[in-house]
């Protein structure tokens, strides 16, 4: 079965730099979310969108912005990286009202590291 | 109050042995439960999910939900090493549309040969 894709699965780069994650969620899911994992940390919502719209927002920076295309993937964009935003970055979709119960699944992640 | 609470462990079980994994929630309008499982740097892995009161078996895991004391368990029989994980509790704390699902903090598992 199709999961949820991810890309770059690693990246590197500097402090002050621009960083873009990129989303595909399972197919017919119309939900996305973005999680932070930092490590040893449970992982922190970022950020989702329902139908292409943003439907919550969660502990995202000012410096982050997300969105969802026609296509429903999503992209995640981060700039003046700092070091702090050095994490693994969660994607995961689910499809509203489905029988599963609104049952998110998560992509392999991301892995940023910021030098 | 963190909206999901976990012990953090981590909690060490002979293997062969029952496991036992607890969470409360705080919001008594929470509607569906999960349990995922999470190896060191991969993501989330869904182990079981719950909506209902009452007990949920699939093969080794079984999850217990009582809504009424807002607690969710995660029990795993015969307990093998690779079994070894952070488990995390998950909560959808409103069955509203594009809900976002809050997890606890994980409790680290450590089966013993």
């Known amino acids: 079965a199709a999961g949820v894709i991810q890309s770059p699965r690693h990246l590197i780069k500097e402090k002050r730099e621009t960083a873009t994650l990129k989303c595909y969620p399972i197919?017919?899911?119309?939900?996305v979310y973005w999680y932070q994992q930092g490590p040893g940390q449970d992982p922190q919502f970022l950020i989702s969108?329902?139908?292409?719209?943003?439907?919550d927002k969660g502990s995202i920076p000012d410096r982050f912005s997300a969105q969802q295309f026609s296509d429903y993937h999503s992209e995640l964009n981060m700039s003046s990286l700092e070091l702090g935003d050095s994490a693994l970055y969660f994607c995961?979709?689910?499809?509203?009202?489905?029988?599963?119960?609104?049952?998110?699944?998560f992509g392999e992640g991301s892995w940023l590291t910021v030098v | 109050q963190k909206e999901v609470e976990q012990n953090s462990g981590p909690l060490s079980v002979p293997e062969g042995a029952i496991a036992s994994l607890n969470c409360t929630y705080s919001?008594?309008?929470?509607?569906?439960f999960f349990w995922y499982r999470q190896y060191s740097g991969k993501s989330p892995e869904l182990i079981m999910s719950?909506?209902?009161?009452g007990d949920k078996e699939d093969g080794r895991f079984t999850a217990q939900l009582n809504k009424a004391s807002q607690y969710v368990s995660l029990l795993i029989r015969d307990s093998q090493p690779s079994d070894s994980a952070t488990y995390l509790c998950?909560?959808?704390?409103?069955?509203?549309?594009?809900?976002?699902?809050?997890f606890g903090s994980g409790t680290r598992l450590s089966i013993r040969p």
């Open positions: 998950a909560v959808i704390s409103r069955y509203s549309s594009a809900s976002k699902i809050i």
């Open positions: 719950i909506y209902s009161n």
């Open positions: 197919p017919r899911h119309d939900t």
């Open positions: 995961a979709s689910s499809q509203w009202g489905a029988s599963s119960g609104n049952t998110i699944y």
């Open positions: 919001d008594r309008g929470s509607q569906s």
């Open positions: 969108f329902y139908e292409k719209m943003q439907s």
